[in-house]
């Protein structure tokens, strides 16, 4: 176990929509794991949106399981976040 405060470290969760399935969680980690994970993000033109505590609640899931019924409202939020971002993109 590291001395590595948990509480506060970064945390990242990587989610795929394909409509009209709920979301996945194809990738997530704190620290070191969720520096990368942001990094291959970015790297690959995926939006990045930051929300400590919905990713806390998503952490919580299981990776290659939809999220929760109780957090598609904060996740709707995300994805028309990043809707709009990507319609930007083409205007």
């Known amino acids: 176990m ?18 009209p399935e709920a979301p996945v969680v194809i990738a997530k980690g704190q620290g070191l794991l969720a520096e990368k994970i942001i990094e291959a993000a970015r790297e690959n033109g995926v939006f990045i949106k930051e929300n400590p505590l919905l990713a806390q609640a998503l952490g919580a899931v299981e990776v290659d399981d939809e999220i929760p019924v109780e957090l598609y409202t904060a996740v709707a939020e995300i994805i028309g976040f990043v809707l709009s971002l990507q319609k930007q993109q083409t205007t």
């Not at 001395?3 to 929509?17: C, E, H, M, P, R």
């Open 2 to 19: 590291s001395g590595q405060d948990t509480s506060t470290s970064k945390q990242a969760v990587a989610l795929k929509y394909e409509a």
